[in-house]
């Protein structure tokens, strides 16, 4: 076994046996990979991190070549984003943030700009008085980043440059332009506001995407846009997703 030191933000953790716990990290350097902590429930001091899901961490690990469990002998707290657990709306984004992580991403695949991704959302949604934005933004990226997205640059099935109306469809995974409408029924229209607001994101670093302006209009079929693709294809609506909708209070 060779032993390594990453950033890690925790996504999520389970009991194991008696006496210790299993962690799902998203790391700087490996990507998305579990670990085994041991005692780290019969003793919590054994480990400088309450291993709280979305805190960000920084781990020292056994990495096994015929396992994907991985041996962590040390795990320190970098930042808890102790703001964030002060509202339960902001809790559910960050919690959003994880999941997404977790069913997205493929084990050990490093994407360092995934993580910091990740972690400047978390910033923001700890101290923007517009968290709701932060996210929108970070599944667009995410999607983009993780060569997941929407094919919005041009029609999905026969290529031609989208001019003027379109329509979007979630089976194909992208726009259709009028001739392809036929192929499938059930593709709705889409503002060219939506559309430009995607590829602008797409292209641009995260922190010049937070003065981006949304209108109202133009912000809700974005969400509606990006989660009814994630649950087309993902083939399930996020848990953390469907939670948060049935609080509907403000963050």
Not at 207 to 226: A, H, R, T, Y
């Amino acid at each position: 076994m060779s032993i390594y030191k990453t950033e890690a933000i925790v996504l999520n953790k389970y009991d194991f046996r008696e006496t210790s716990a299993i962690v799902n990290f998203y790391t700087r350097d490996f990507g998305k990979l579990s670990g085994l902590l041991k005692g780290a429930r019969q003793n919590p001091e054994k480990f400088a991190s309450t291993l709280e899901p979305f805190s960000h961490n920084e781990i020292i690990f056994y990495r096994k070549r015929n396992s994907s469990l991985h041996l962590v002998s040390q795990c320190d707290t970098v930042n808890n984003f102790s703001a964030i657990r002060q509202s339960i709306p902001r809790i559910g984004l960050a919690i959003i943030i994880t999941e997404m992580l977790n069913t997205i991403m493929p084990a050990e695949d490093k994407n360092e700009r995934i993580f910091d991704l990740a972690l400047a959302s978390l910033g923001e949604i700890e101290t923007n008085y517009n968290p709701e934005k932060i996210m929108t933004i970070f599944k667009i990226k995410l999607l983009a980043e993780s060569g997941f997205k929407p094919h919005l640059d041009s029609c999905v099935l026969c290529d031609a440059r989208i001019r003027g109306e379109s329509k979007f469809s979630l089976r194909q995974g992208g726009l259709l332009c009028p001739k392809c409408y036929s192929r499938d029924t059930s593709a709705r229209s889409i503002f060219r506001g939506t559309i430009a607001s995607i590829l602008h994101i797409e292209k641009n670093e995260f922190k010049n995407n937070l003065s981006l302006g949304m209108n109202p209009q133009i912000k809700k079929e974005l969400d509606m846009v990006l989660n009814s693709f994630l649950k087309f294809h993902l083939e399930k609506e996020l848990k953390s997703e469907k939670i948060l909708n049935k609080l509907a209070v403000p963050v």
